[in-house]
């Protein structure tokens, strides 16, 4: 875990939903001296990454990667598919899916919200009756993975509703805080653009964002008139011909994502994805020892991310507050509508059981500071 600037001699416990702890690999590479961007050793770096990321991706198409956060490479998604009053549902399950919603709309597309009670997934079934509604979209705009709830969507599912209503429909993922992470096929489940960045599952710092289109997408693109410059995705692809991106990159985390990329084929894409899948249901399973309940549960509970719902008569900044200062532990705030109701621990990366055993430790102490009581178990 990093060190807290000013604090030198006490490691923090960063449970939060990204950016998430870097191990000591992708950390030492970040101090590299710079190479030349337009030359060949970076062609040969970014041939490595991209390769990799296409494996990641499941996809055969090319992935692109920008410099720019996950909310750049969101709009991206946007911005290189769609049109001025281009008619676009965004289902979201929470304040994720809200943005990607508010970014169409900033740009001019006529958007259509499905939204779905926060801690539930969406329904397949009731993605495509809205979409039956809307018989002039393009586009259907989805949050894989749901980081303000804790929520994961069944892509497959809900891509094969949408193409039994429209086969050509448009399907625009977010997958920022799941790809590399949780199972996510992107050829197989027919998806046009698939997003992610850096400073999630990659063990990096925030920096680099990434994203495939499909050969739809691709026939999208060429129609696409909403403005565009820095994030234009042909420039990209023309520049991807050199080895180059076309922009100055930040060379220094991709680096790091070389080295990560690495580290996951090492251990193999369903090895890091069991990986995930086992500390979450760890997480869980540790909080319920609370006496605590969960906003997501079953299925539909990420592999990266646990909402914990705040005991009745705790003020969750004041939990949050006492966790950092007394405990060098670092939980993440409800967002929106469940501010102030959860907390939320993030375990994705690298993420060993002691890290999760030593912030449950600490949630529990902090809890009972606050005056909480555990339940009785049931029966006592």
Known sequence: MPVIPGKETTVQNLRIPGPTPCPPETLSELSRQMINHRGPEFADLQGRIVTRLKAIFRTQSEVYVYTTSGTGVME?????TLSPGDGVLAVSIGEFGDRFADIAEAFGADVTRLSFEPGTAAEPAAVAEALRARPDAVAVLVTHNETSTGVTNDIAAISKAVRAVKPDVLLIVDAISSLGC???AADAWEVDVSTTCSQKGFMIPPGLAFISLSPRAWAAYERSTMPKFYLDVGKYRDYAKRGQPPWTPAVSIYYGLDTALEM????GLEQVNARHYAIAD???AKVKTLGLTLLAEGPQASDTVTSVRVPEGVDAAALLGLLNKDYDTVLAAGQGKL??????????????REAIDAAV???ESALSRLGYKRPAPAGA
């Open 282 to 284: 760890y997480t869980r």
């Open 76 to 80: 991206a998604a946007i911005v290189n």
């Open 361 to 363: 430790a600490a949630l």
């Open 182 to 184: 949780i199972p996510y």
């Open 264 to 267: 996951m084929t090492k251990e």
């Open 339 to 352: 501010a102030g109701k959860i907390v939320r621990i993030g375990h994705m990366g690298i993420v060993e």
